[in-house]
């Protein structure tokens, strides 16, 4: 990551919020942060009911025991478990 400070786009039930990444916070904190409510169950990185599309930027899984091969390859992230490896990212959970 860069020294500047990068920013965290969440997209969720039609709305977009932003807040300033925090170093090791994971995409579904920053959600949480920003005033938004993501779905989310186990936050273990095995339910898969966190999972959303990174549109932009991007970010590592710490563990993922719900998605597979081809939806990792589609750009899904498992917003418990993915801290962003970029300055600034973006997630939808719409898509």
Known sequence: ???????????????????????????L???RRAGMGPPFSCEAGNCGTCMAMLTDGKATMRVND???EDEV???????CQAIPDTASVAVS???
């Open 1 to 27: 990551m860069s020294d500047a400070e990068g920013t965290i786009t969440i997209t969720l039930d039609g709305s977009t919020a932003s807040v300033s990444g925090k170093p090791g916070e994971t995409l």
């Open 29 to 31: 904190e920053s959600a």
């Open 66 to 68: 719900a998605l597979t």
């Open 73 to 79: 390859a589609e750009g899904y992230v498992l917003t």
């Open 93 to 95: 959970y719409d898509e």
